[in-house]
């Protein structure tokens, strides 16, 4: 079965420290993994995809198969990072046009002035 | 980037009347659209998938009856909380995904509809 876990439903940080938002998978095919974010008010937005290997806002994920991990990093968090951060999951395969995505449970980053 | 609409973006109505949420893809096709659901403080609860021109498909858990979808064109989908009632109250999101390959394809969502049922 598809599942995205995100173990932290709320990080707290100072502004200028590394953050690490972890999440994990499980799918027994090949997927691709999403970092979607939502800031206050606003609607949610894709920050990066794993296929993409960039790097947005200073924020970066690797997909590390052995572990079934795609943990969020940043060395150095801004106030402006704050935001409701989803890890999401779509299975590849047959068509594609419809695969659907499946959200982790959201973590909450905070950064502290 | 693509932009999705819906509409209302907040409704509230009386226990046992039905209510429509639109899903608009502004300037590009969406052969495919994605209704979710989340409750306050929660994750995104995937409802169904609404696919021009056929039949939904729908999450396992969730009524059919209760959650019609339709989707008439290749910009629009629209979901119908019939009967609804308060346990219905939540917040509403719909998604789109830009370009007819898909499996790549980004997806964009909309502002999201909140319901509540009196």
């Known amino acids: 079965a598809q599942r995205v876990t995100q173990p932290e439903k709320l990080l707290s940080v100072f502004k200028g420290a590394p953050v690490e938002l972890k999440c994990n998978y499980s799918?027994?095919?090949?997927?691709?993994l999403f970092w979607y974010v939502q800031y206050s008010r606003q609607r949610l937005q894709l920050l990066l995809r794993?296929?993409s290997r960039e790097s947005i806002k200073g924020f970066t994920a690797d997909l590390n198969k052995g572990e079934t991990s795609f943990h969020l990093k940043k060395p150095f968090a801004q106030e402006e990072d704050s935001a409701m951060y989803y890890c999401a999951l779509s299975g590849r395969g047959y068509g594609g046009a419809t695969n659907k995505l499946i959200f982790g449970t959201g973590t909450l980053l905070a950064v502290q002035p | 980037g693509a932009v999705v609409s819906q509409h209302p973006s907040w409704v509230i109505c009386k226990s046992g009347t039905s209510v429509k949420i639109e899903c608009r893809s502004l300037d590009f096709q969406a052969t495919t659209m994605f209704w979710y659901r989340q409750f306050p403080k929660q994750s995104l609860m995937l409802m169904a998938t609404s696919n021009e021109g056929s039949k939904a498909t729908y999450e396992q858990g969730v009524e059919k009856d209760k959650f019609l979808i339709n989707h008439a064109s290749l910009t629009l989908s629209t979901l119908t909380v019939t009967s609804a009632h308060p346990e219905d109250s939540s917040f509403y999101i719909c998604?789109?995904?830009?370009?007819?390959?898909?499996?790549?394809?980004?997806?964009?969502f909309g502002e999201g509809s909140r319901l509540t049922v009196l």
């Open positions: 799918y027994s095919g090949s997927p691709e």
């Open positions: 794993h296929i």
């Open positions: 998604s789109a995904r830009a370009g007819t390959s898909g499996r790549s394809g980004e997806l964009f």
